[in-house]
Nanobody, 128 residues
Framework: QVQLVESGGGVVQAGDSLRLSCAASGRTFSSYPMGWFRQGPGKEREFVAALSWSGSRTNYADSVKGRFTISRDNAKNTVYLQMDSLKPEDAAVYYC?????????????????????WGQGTQVTVSS
């Protein structure tokens, strides 16, 4: 059973930075792409960022491009989301996710339905 555990959320001011971590267990972490999603109050869950199993390819939502960076350390079975220049509209519960199927090194799933495993989420609050 795949388990994903997020950490690193907190309360920050606009312009600050945070780094979220997601520790994975239960299968060969390095064989699968990973993604981050978020859900703000009263909003639907949305894609934030994802990267290939090798980490060589990444994709970002337009709203975070240039401010957020996704990365992974396959030796530590961990994926990260570095969030810089945070804005109040970035406030949300952030979820780490993993697909149930493997992908080639060029494919990055970005749709919610492409992910089968989810963490419990970590809250990010950004004050103006």
């Amino acid at each position: 059973q795949v388990q994903l555990v997020e950490s690193g959320g907190g309360v920050v001011q606009a312009g600050d930075s945070l780094r979220l971590s997601c520790a994975a267990s239960g299968r060969t972490f390095s064989s699968y792409p990973m993604g981050w999603f978020r859900q703000g109050p009263g909003k639907e869950r949305e894609f934030v960022a994802a990267l290939s199993w090798s980490g060589s390819r990444t994709n970002y939502a337009d709203s975070v491009k240039g401010r957020f960076t996704i990365s992974r350390d396959n030796a530590k079975n961990t994926v990260y989301l570095q969030m810089d220049s945070l804005k109040p509209e970035d406030a949300a519960v952030y979820y780490c996710a993993a697909p149930g199927s493997s992908y080639n090194s060029y494919s990055i799933p970005m749709k919610i339905y492409e992910y089968d495993y989810w963490g419990q989420g970590t809250q990010v609050t950004v004050s103006s």
